[in-house]
Nanobody
């Protein structure tokens, strides 16, 4: 049974940091590209960052470049999103995604709120 579980969200002040984690099970994690998406109220879900299955290839949305870092630990079946210099516009539900050809798995999301 596939499980994709995000954690680490919360309330943080502007300029602060958070580290999101996504623990996966039920599939061969090291074969899958992993991504973080986010969805703010009233907006479409957007790609934040992605990482290839080996961890050598990463991609970021322009809005988070230089502030967010995606990484993965294939030994722990976990992908991370380090978020620094957070802004109010980063407020959203953050979702973890695992993708390999027709296999596409999503987590339930974790809320990140950036507010003073």
């Amino acid at each position: 049974q596939v499980h994709v579980v995000e954690s680490g969200g919360g309330l943080v002040q502007p300029g602060g940091s958070l580290r999101l984690s996504c623990a996966a099970s039920g599939f061969t994690f090291s074969n899958f590209a992993m991504s973080w998406y986010r969805q703010a109220p009233g907006k479409e879900r957007q790609l934040v960052a992605s990482i290839g299955n080996t961890g050598y290839s990463t991609n970021y949305a322009d809005s988070v470049k230089g502030r967010f870092t995606i990484s993965r630990d294939n030994a722990k079946n976990t992908v991370y999103l380090q978020m620094n210099s957070l802004k109010p516009e980063d407020t959203a539900v953050y979702y973890c995604n695992a993708l390999l050809t027709r296999y596409n798995y999503w987590g339930q999301g974790t809320q990140v709120t950036v507010s003073s």
